[in-house]
């Protein structure tokens, strides 16, 4: 069965540092994976996703992501972090035909 | 601008009061999910539904049923609110093969 974990619940952060969230999945079998981010009182919008081909994913406001196959891996990482970047992200892996598994989230503080 | 809406942001019930909450999508997706989210749990899936009038339970149907007599529309019943169904709801919606859900913006529902 196919599970996500993100290993951090929180990471703090100041403004213009770069920030790594990472992620790992378990699954026997091919999979799709995504970011998701939820600002505050806000439902959840898509950041990136990976489906094939290039392992290096480019998704709105500078965020990116690589797709580790060996390390079943799909960190998501940007270079320099703005306050506006402050939210709860969501990795998740697909379950089957149609349907998602979700990690638990990292809140992503920025600090000026 | 594709859009998926849920009727209420913010509501209070009372224990075992019947409580309703509507999702309507706007893109003609043939899935729609129901979803819980809980600090340090992420999102769980309740219910799912890949057409009208069809229905699959999720991870925690418990307490929950559904109802889909339209596409555009998904509604999530709770027939007894109980203080530990206190959440987030969100609902989201695909189109049939994609794993890429779009998401409403989420009912915050508390149980007193």
């Known amino acids: 069965a196919q599970s996500v974990t993100q290993l951090d619940s929180q990471v703090p952060v100041f403004e213009e540092a770069p920030v790594e969230l990472r992620c790992n999945y378990s699954?026997?079998?091919?999979?799709?994976l995504f970011w998701y981010v939820q600002y505050p009182n806000q439902g959840l919008q898509l950041l990136l996703k990976?489906?094939?081909?290039?392992?290096l994913v480019k998704g709105i406001n500078g965020f990116e992501a690589e797709f580790n196959k060996s390390q079943t891996s799909f960190h998501l990482r940007k270079p320099s972090v703005h306050i506006s970047d402050t939210a709860e992200y969501f990795c998740?892996?697909?379950?089957?035909?149609?349907?998602?598994?979700f990690g638990t989230g990292t809140r992503l503080q920025v600090f000026p | 601008d594709v859009k998926v809406t849920q009727s209420s942001r913010y509501l209070v019930k009372r224990t075992g009061e019947k409580v309703f909450l509507e999702c309507v999508q706007d893109?003609?997706?043939?899935?729609m999910f129901w979803y819980r989210q809980d600090p340090g749990l992420g999102l769980r899936l309740i219910y799912f539904s890949y057409d009208v009038k069809m229905k699959e339970k999720g991870d925690i149907p418990e307490g929950y049923s559904v109802s889909r007599e339209k596409k555009e529309r998904f509604s999530l019943i709770l027939e007894s609110a109980s203080t530990n169904q206190t959440s987030m709801y969100l609902c989201?919606?695909?189109?049939?093969?994609?794993?890429?859900?779009?998401f409403g913006p989420g009912t915050r529902l508390t149980v007193l």
């Open positions: 990976y489906l094939s081909g290039s392992t």
């Open positions: 998740a892996v697909s379950r089957g035909t149609d349907k998602l598994i």
């Open positions: 893109m003609d997706h043939e899935n």
């Open positions: 989201a919606s695909s189109l049939h093969g994609s794993n890429e859900q779009f």
């Open positions: 699954s026997s079998v091919s999979v799709y």
